[in-house]
């Protein structure tokens, strides 16, 4: 049985922690760590990381659109981490780590600016937001050692420090959008 696919792929800093997020909710079948946005061909996590490329660190995300919406992303998107920081995500900065979303179509791009629009109409008072929206070029897969970094490194310091708050607060935050959690 064929079922329906769709691509997303967001930078939100790390792709340590976004992979970890999203690997959480319902619909979502597949998410890849890797580089989009820059111009070195095949680049590698350390020209990445030496800012240079021009790439972020994005998550490729396949997902089943029956089963959750592209605007259901958006809000876990936006909601675990900060769109407002330019080039800077905690302690990771740099413009490897912006706030970007790759749009595959119009639809794509027509949501995500609506989305960031309602964002700064509601909270005139804050920062604004400087999430990035632009076309989907090329994604190039991180290297094997990326790959569900989370899962088989929850004891690291990194991990507990940075991601477990984060998957806290979006387990607390949006729990209708995820995947159900056995607590042992």
């Known amino acids: 049985m064929e079922h329906n696919k769709a691509i997303a792929i967001f930078g939100g800093g790390c792709f340590w922690c976004t992979e970890a997020v999203f690997k959480m909710m319902k619909g979502v079948s597949s998410v890849l760590p890797g580089y989009a946005g820059g111009t070195t061909d095949n680049p590698t996590y350390e020209q990445v990381s030496e800012g240079n490329t021009g790439h972020a660190e994005v998550v490729r995300i396949e997902y089943d659109p029956t089963q959750v919406r592209y605007e259901d992303l958006l809000t876990v998107f936006f909601g675990s981490h900060d769109p407002t920081t330019l080039n800077q995500q905690g302690n990771d900065i740099g413009t490897q780590y912006r706030s970007?979303?790759?749009?595959?179509?119009?639809?794509?791009?027509?949501?995500?600016?609506?989305?960031?629009?309602?964002?700064?109409?509601?909270?005139?008072?804050?920062?604004?937001?400087?999430?990035?929206?632009?076309?989907?070029?090329?994604?190039?897969?991180?290297?094997?050692?990326?790959?569900?970094?989370y899962a088989h490194h929850q004891n690291a310091g990194y991990c507990q420090v940075v991601i477990n708050p984060k998957l806290e607060k979006v387990q607390k935050q949006f729990a209708d959008l995820l995947v159900a959690i056995n607590k042992e």
């Open 100 to 149: 970007v979303i790759f749009y595959t179509n119009d639809e794509q791009k027509a949501a995500a600016e609506s989305f960031i629009a309602d964002m700064n109409a509601s909270n005139s008072a804050g920062a604004p937001v400087v999430t990035e929206v632009v076309p989907f070029e090329k994604f190039y897969e991180a290297e094997d050692y990326h790959k569900d970094y």
